[in-house]
């Protein structure tokens, strides 16, 4: 069995996740943002391939995570919910409408390590200048400290992953412009003051390239309640079994 996990920042309309190949199960779950069901407590999405096989669940059932009552279960052409996406097309500015970090059709997994400017020869990239590589613990009682430098805020914000003296950390809040003055970034954790070795784009998916060709994954349609709103980033783990 193969499992991983990856986030996507929502648009509102029909978003093709080109992960690889076609998982046998799919968790969608809305961790970020201020989209709202209009109830108490937030939805999730899951999806099973085998699930074509009994068209009351054949594209996937949205759940209330708190009080696990089903809102819906979509069907085939029903024009919400998962379906398998076999991939191969090839990207033009018709299929993919915009190729900016944290928009496009059609997504594929992105982890590149952000920390580097534009002298550096690395693309892309998030530093203003110098390469991020010392994190400075301001207050341990907040979790906030600050880097060497700022960062353009394109790539790296909240939801980063950064790893500092080799343990892995998670960027909580951190403007755009900003991170190299006292408190400027906060921390899940209150890290030490040491080395940074890495860190990653606040989505962990990015637009394929116009020109490239897409690999296969899952098809989300629009849906209702948190699920790809417009704006809000969604956590996203697939499973791919080995009995298929």
Request: hydrophobic share 35%; charged share 15%.
């Amino acid at each position: 069995m193969k499992r991983f996990q990856f986030t996507f920042n929502g648009t509102g309309a029909d978003v093709y996740l080109c992960l690889g190949e076609i998982p046998d199960h799919v968790l969608i779950v809305p961790i970020g943002g201020s989209a709202t069901t209009g109830v108490t407590d937030t939805a999730t999405l899951e999806w099973w391939r085998m699930g074509g096989a009994h068209n009351v669940i054949s594209q996937g059932q949205l759940t209330y995570e708190n009080t696990k009552l089903s809102r819906a279960n979509y069907v085939i052409g029903g024009g919400d919910g998962i379906s398998l996406y076999r991939g191969g097309d090839v990207m033009t500015s018709s299929n993919q409408t915009s190729v900016t970090f944290g928009e496009g059709v059609y997504l594929e997994p992105f982890d590149m390590d952000m920390r580097y400017g534009p002298t550096h020869g690395k693309t892309p990239y998030d530093s203003v200048s110098a390469v991020i590589n010392q994190w400075t613990l301001d207050t341990a009682a907040n979790r906030t400290g600050h880097f060497n430098e700022d960062v353009t805020g394109t790539y790296i914000g909240p939801g980063s992953r950064i790893i500092i003296a080799g343990v892995e950390y998670f960027i909580h809040t951190l403007t755009a412009t900003e991170g190299s003055g006292a408190d400027e970034v906060t921390l899940n954790e209150a890290a030490a003051t040491g080395q940074i070795e890495y860190i990653g784009p606040k989505w962990t998916t990015r637009p394929v390239p116009i020109g490239a060709t897409t690999k296969a994954g899952i098809k989300l349609e629009t849906v209702t309640g948190d699920i790809n709103t417009d704006g809000e980033t969604h956590l996203v783990i697939a499973t791919m079994f080995d009995n298929r």
